[in-house]
């Protein structure tokens, strides 16, 4: 069975402009996370969704948006790329929220240069 | 505030040893914790997870220790080989109702298994 796929694998913006990174879970997983890690640093949590709603934010600034659509299939958007929005942008995929529904699958990654 | 902390950034042992790497939290509200490998250019493979209301799970390997009192937990692997050789993250998890099952993952640790 596919794993979870990201695309693109890297992506090469300006400052002030807008990205759209895409992620598809493993079949039959409903919940799709998506986390910021920059060298150096454990992944940080930007958000969960499931069935389509957002059920998590992290720390970051509205400039971050997500969705997720209805084959499970999610999109991070950031918008006004800022030099610090350089990083390696992970998915992630889950059965489920909630008690007894951890282990979450990640993707390969999408890395972020913003020059 | 950092709350789950990985307080050796590198580790080396040799092929065929055992291979120890810590993990600390403080929030007590975390009631799963799992540990991820990573190689450079891919995404954090799942390795190992344990619940709070156990203190040891087993797999192959790997074993997972908790110590909810000391708010720690460990991951031992037996006998270490060079492709063991790796960033591991450490990471915990709970539930809630606002803001679902997030991640929170320490610094990580490289492990570099020598032959």
């Known amino acids: 069975d596919a794993g979870v796929t990201q695309s693109p694998t890297h992506l090469i913006k300006t400052r002030g402009q807008h990205v759209t990174l895409r992620c598809s879970p493993i079949s039959g997983h409903k919940s799709v996370s998506w986390y910021q890690q920059v060298l150096g640093q454990g992944p940080q949590f930007i958000f969960q969704y499931y069935e389509k709603e957002e059920r998590g934010r992290g720390n970051f600034p509205d400039r971050f948006s997500a969705r997720q659509f209805p084959n499970y299939s999610s999109e991070l958007n950031v918008n006004a790329l800022l030099l610090g929005d350089s990083a390696l942008y992970l998915c992630a995929s889950s059965l489920d929220v909630g008690t007894g529904t951890y282990e979450q699958y990640f993707g390969p990654g999408t890395r972020l240069t913003v020059t | 505030d950092q709350q789950v902390k990985q307080n050796s950034p590198s580790l080396s042992v040799q092929e065929g040893r055992i291979s120890i790497l810590n993990c600390d939290y403080t929030n007590s509200m975390f009631d799963y914790f799992l540990w991820y490998k990573k190689y450079p250019a891919e995404g954090p493979t799942f390795l190992i997870s344990i619940s709070s209301i156990k203190d040891k799970n087993e797999d192959g390997r790997f074993t997972v220790f908790l110590n909810k009192s000391a708010k720690h937990l460990s991951l031992h692997i037996v006998p270490s080989q060079p492709g063991d050789s790796a960033v591991y993250f450490c990471?915990?998890?709970?539930?809630?109702?606002?803001?679902?099952?997030?991640?929170?993952f320490g610094e990580g640790t490289q492990l570099t298994v020598n032959p």
């Open positions: 990471a915990a998890s709970a539930f809630w109702e606002t803001s679902g099952s997030r991640l929170t």
